[in-house]
């Protein structure tokens, strides 16, 4: 195996995971969303917001190939390569799970929110936990990008 074709499969599992789990993601709370509607229609703005939380992770995978499609030339070394795969495999598995773990807060909000319960506020702050290990990841690809 060619170290490029390392450093390509380590960007295909950064987006194919990241977006994976976004996909999951909106759809979890967009199920949650349309359950609740039933309940109480007039909110319709808050399951949205809250539904499309999730879709960031994706985008963080999308951003982490801008950031390290600089490296995916001809002859790239084998620790470029090695860095590369690293870090696409760790955002992409953290993308994955947080956005999955995200949406299954927000779809819970969304439920109470179709109860009647004012948690709107409450929820976008608790769904904000798990986004913070998407970030942390990007913020670990951006570190080894800067390294190699």
Same mark, same amino acid.
Not at 130 to 138: N, Q, R
């Given at each position: 195996m060619e170290p490029i074709v390392l450093a390509y499969? =380590? @960007? /295909?599992?950064? @987006? =194919?995971?990241? +977006?994976? =789990?976004? /996909?999951?993601?909106?759809?979890i709370a967009g199920n949650a969303a349309?359950? /609740?509607?039933k309940k109480n229609s007039s909110a319709t703005g808050?399951? @949205?917001a809250l539904s499309a939380l999730p879709s960031s992770q994706g985008l963080y995978g999308f951003v +982490?190939? %801008?950031? $390290?499609?600089? %490296?995916?030339?001809?002859?790239?070394s084998w620790f470029v390569a090695a860095a590369v795969f690293g870090a696409g495999l760790g955002l992409g598995i953290v993308g994955l799970f947080s956005a999955i773990r995200q949406a299954q807060v927000c779809a819970n909000g969304i439920a109470a929110i179709g109860s009647g319960h004012n948690v709107f506020g409450t929820t976008m702050i608790l769904a904000v936990f798990?986004?913070?290990? /998407?970030? $942390? =990841?990007?913020l670990v690809l951006i570190l080894i990008s800067t390294a190699i």
């Open positions: 499969l =380590g @960007i /295909a599992l950064m @987006i =194919g995971l990241s +977006g994976t =789990g976004s /996909a999951y993601g909106v759809t349309i359950g /609740a509607l808050s399951y @949205i +982490g190939y %801008f950031l $390290l499609s600089g %490296f995916l030339v001809a002859d790239i798990p986004e913070l290990y /998407a970030i $942390l =990841g990007l």
